[in-house]
């Protein structure tokens, strides 16, 4: 791995208008994040991939750089950066402050009911979004979740996004699509182009928001043979507090199921469902 004091060097060197750029609050495999400050944006992330021509961050910036969602950190801007005779992509991005949804679920505290009816307002805002210019996340899971110390949600990681009608290089060495076990619909780990659309971004969300809110994964643990439960519809009915008639349960049963027909059409129609499903609707 590259040195990290060389990676922030490299960093201070491109970027000179950041101050209080600091050690690392991740460092993977493929990536070191650093804080920092800027002087017309406050406080950043600076996001250094340490594979070159890595597929997944040139997909991110080029979806970030041409849009914008709501829900979703801001890309200020991206760069390359010269270490050791070979070139890293970097991020600079909207630095969130809060905690990951997957930290709090381990913390054993699920959402309350408020919490986590917010929560599944702002995934389907972004999604309804995503869906107007033909993007699917694919890859909506508790990790990829902040709570923002705000009462706000952000969605990150755009890595794995598909634009619809375009050829993409993201394929495991198994031939599966890229994808989260547990969290990812039949068409989406099958690599099933041809019926991926938001309706796999609508099943994700719907195994996010039960288990943010009872605190139990639909299909059970997600390290279990999920494909096989999944496919057979083997999921535990949710239970939510202050259910509108089971309107909410029936909705995201719907969104739960294997079969990409059996979902809501669309994200919009399902936004639309979920409004008056949610509590205090007038529905």
Same mark, same amino acid.
């Given at each position: ?5 060389? *990676? ?34 406050? !406080? ?33 801007? $991206? ?26 679920? !381990? ?44 009462? !706000? *949600? ?9 634009? &619809?009608?375009?050829?993409?290089? &993201? ?43 009872? !605190? ?12 096989? *439960? ?22 995201? $049963? ?30």
């Amino acid at each position: 791995m590259v040195d990290l004091q060389t *990676v922030i060097s490299a960093v201070e060197a491109a970027e000179s208008a950041l101050t209080d750029i600091a050690a690392p609050f991740e460092v993977t495999g493929q990536k070191i994040v650093l804080t920092a400050k800027d002087p017309d944006k406050g !406080g950043v992330v600076v996001k250094v991939v340490l594979r070159p021509d890595d597929q997944r961050a040139i997909q991110e910036i080029e979806i970030l750089t041409s849009h914008s969602f709501s829900n979703v950190p801001t890309l200020f801007r $991206s760069g390359e950066l010269e270490i050791e005779s070979t070139s890293y992509m970097y991020l600079v991005e909207e630095r969130v402050e809060g905690d990951t949804l997957e930290k709090r679920l !381990g913390s054993d505290k699920p959402l309350s009911a408020e919490e986590a009816i917010s929560l599944a307002d702002a995934l389907l805002t972004a999604i309804v979004e995503m869906e107007e210019l033909e993007i699917v996340h694919r890859d909506i899971k508790p990790a990829n979740i902040i709570l923002r110390a705000d009462g !706000g *949600v952000a969605l990150l990681d755009f890595g794995i996004a598909r634009v &619809l009608g375009r050829t993409t290089k &993201l394929t495991e060495t198994d031939g599966d699509g890229p994808h989260t076990a547990g969290y990812a619909p039949p068409e989406v780990y099958l690599n099933k182009p041809e019926l991926i659309d938001s309706r796999a971004d609508l099943f994700s969300t719907a195994v996010v928001f039960t288990e943010a809110a009872t !605190g139990e994964h639909p299909f059970g643990h997600p390290r279990h043979d999920i494909r096989e *439960v999944i496919e057979g519809g083997g999921f535990k009915a949710p239970v939510f507090e202050r259910d509108n008639e089971g309107q909410l349960a029936a909705l995201v $049963s719907a969104m739960l199921s294997p079969h990409v027909n059996e979902r809501p059409p669309d994200a919009a129609t399902a936004r639309g469902w979920f409004d008056d499903a949610r509590p205090g609707s007038a529905a």
